[in-house]
């Protein structure tokens, strides 16, 4: 099994470009999930999904969009790109463990904006 | 207040000492995750606990429900553990995870 993968590894966008960080995992997890990690800050929530076709906000949406067309696909949309986004993103899948969720983290993105 | 506190921020050893690193939380959950992100990034699962305590080789995570307050402890360190530790609260409903902002452990040789 690759896990789960990220592209691209590093992305530098101008202020107001979109671009599309994709994410895949191939051990067919029902849930997946999108974080973003700053200097200073624990890794934050963006976006995440508990099945195909289910999305929902995390603890900073903004600015990003998500859909889940596929168990395996969950892209992360920057739709208008902001310094405010420069950050390292990072995908992860989990399935259910009892109560507990086993995390996979992908391998990382990072987005510089300028 | 951060629902999730590490500590300490930074944490520096001399290889074969003992380690321990804290981490409390102000939510309820269902389980506590620790895990190890290595200086390139790449981020893994140590371990995830709803009681009690798990040991895998020279690391020993605890937690107690009661206080709200889990520990991970390395024995023996060594080089290789230098890396930063993430605390990660998994909340009661579901999969969300809320983190603390990590502990950079260097172990010197």
């Known amino acids: 099994n690759a896990g789960v993968t990220q592209t691209p590894k590093f992305q530098v966008l101008k202020t107001g470009q979109s671009m599309t960080l994709q994410c895949a995992q191939d051990?067919?997890?029902?849930?997946m999930s999108w974080y973003r990690q700053d200097p200073g800050m624990g890794l934050r929530l963006i976006h995440y999904s508990v099945g195909a076709g289910i999305t929902d906000q995390g603890e900073v949406p903004n600015g990003y969009n998500v859909s889940r067309s596929t168990t395996e696909d969950f892209p992360l949309r920057l739709l208008s790109a902001a310094p405010s986004q420069t950050s390292v993103y990072f995908c992860a899948s989990s399935y259910r463990l009892g109560v507990t969720y086993e995390q996979y983290f992908g391998p990382g993105t990072r987005l510089t904006v300028t | 207040k951060n629902e999730v506190e590490q500590s300490p921020q930074n944490l520096t050893a001399q290889e074969g000492e003992f380690i321990t690193i804290n981490c409390s939380y102000s939510?309820?959950?269902?389980?506590l995750h620790w895990l190890q992100q290595h200086p390139g990034g790449g981020i893994v699962s140590l371990f995830m606990?709803?009681?009690g305590k798990k040991k895998h080789g020279r690391l020993i995570a605890t937690i107690n429900i009661q206080e709200k307050h889990s520990s991970l402890h390395i024995t023996a360190s060594h080089p290789r553990d230098s890396a930063v530790y993430i605390c990660?609260?998994?909340?009661?409903?579901?999969?969300?995870?809320?983190f603390g902002e990590g502990t950079q452990l260097t172990v010197n040789p």
């Open positions: 051990m067919n997890h029902e849930y």
């Open positions: 939510v309820g959950i269902s389980a």
């Open positions: 606990l709803s009681s």
């Open positions: 990660a609260a998994q909340e009661t409903s579901g999969s969300r995870l809320t």
